[in-house]
């Protein structure tokens, strides 16, 4: 089993950048599958990124493409997401989330554990 706590979160303008951090307990970090989600309010969770257990194969939202980063660190048991020119849109809440899966995933249905979410707000 796995804990996920993000951080940095945080009120932005348009066009910022953000980095959410996502830090697993445990000593098993590098066989997870992870990835991030977000919620916006009256909305589905949808999926953002994901990254494979080595962090060499990466897979985005079409419509993120070129504006967000995954990438991972697996001596520090974290996950990143780094987000460039925000837009208003952008505003959810992130979670990041684990998975055994041997492949990324982009189904919330795929993964097994959450972390609680971190908020992030773009302001216009």
């Known amino acids: 089993q796995v804990q996920l706590v993000e951080s940095g979160g945080g009120l932005v303008q348009a066009g910022g950048s953000l980095r959410l951090s996502c830090t697993a307990s445990g000593r098993t970090f590098s066989s997870y599958v992870m990835g991030w989600f977000r919620q916006a309010p009256g909305k589905e969770r949808e999926f953002v990124a994901g990254i494979s257990r080595s962090g060499g194969n990466t897979y985005y939202a079409d419509s993120l493409k070129g504006r967000f980063t995954i990438s991972r660190d697996n001596a520090k048991n974290t996950v990143y997401l780094r987000m460039n020119s925000l837009k208003p849109e952008d505003t959810a809440v992130y979670y990041c989330?684990?998975?055994?899966?041997?492949?990324?995933?982009?189904?919330?249905?795929?993964?097994?554990?959450w972390g609680q979410g971190t908020q992030v707000t773009v302001s216009s």
């Open positions: 989330a684990a998975t055994t899966t041997i492949r990324v995933v982009t189904t919330i249905y795929d993964y097994d554990y």
